[in-house]
């Protein structure tokens, strides 16, 4: 025999059963869009990181070849001695021979060392530009050029060294 309300109790329990399980199906569902917005907004991150990087790399590879360039030109000055190499920013290059199949003076040595230096640094930097400014034995180079990280900002490296023994 059953107990008087047991059925009542049965019915009550399958009810609460069932709402239980569809409020649990809509809270996973919530669950699963929380997720993917949480990994949405991690992939946005790391994306932007990846820029980040990505410019300041190319930033860093701008600096280092400004600084190639800089130590090319002190090199191409200590060879040839007795020679000044001084140019301002913003000069043309002079005209040149090509010093590599043929003979060249010390003067148009300069002259070609100087168009190819300045043409390379204008090649390889955005809007890049050189000067050598020579006091006595001191030589100071300067490079200009272009860095687009977070705007257009114009950079300047300079290097001194001395040119004697």
């Known amino acids: 025999m059953q107990r008087p309300g047991a059925e009542r109790n049965r019915r009550e329990s399958r009810r609460t ?19 993917v917005l949480v990994v949405s907004v991690g992939v946005l991150g790391v994306a932007a990181l990846q820029l980040v990087s990505l410019q300041n790399n190319t930033s860093a590879l701008l600096r280092t070849q400004a600084f190639q360039y800089a130590y090319d030109i002190i090199d191409r000055a200590r060879a040839n001695p007795g020679t000044s190499y001084a140019i301002a920013m913003d000069d043309d290059p002079p005209g040149v021979v090509d010093c590599e199949n043929a003979e060249c003076a010390a003067a148009q040595m300069r002259a070609y060392d100087l168009n190819t230096w300045l043409t390379n640094v204008a090649a390889d930097l955005p809007s890049g530009d050189g000067e050598v400014a020579e006091a006595g034995d001191m030589v100071t180079v300067t490079i200009r050029w272009q860095d687009e990280r977070g705007g257009a900002n114009t950079l300047d490296l300079s290097v001194s060294t001395t040119l004697g023994g």
């Open 17 to 35: 059963a069932a709402a239980s399980r569809r409020t649990q199906g809509g809270f996973s569902l919530i669950e699963v869009l929380v997720a």
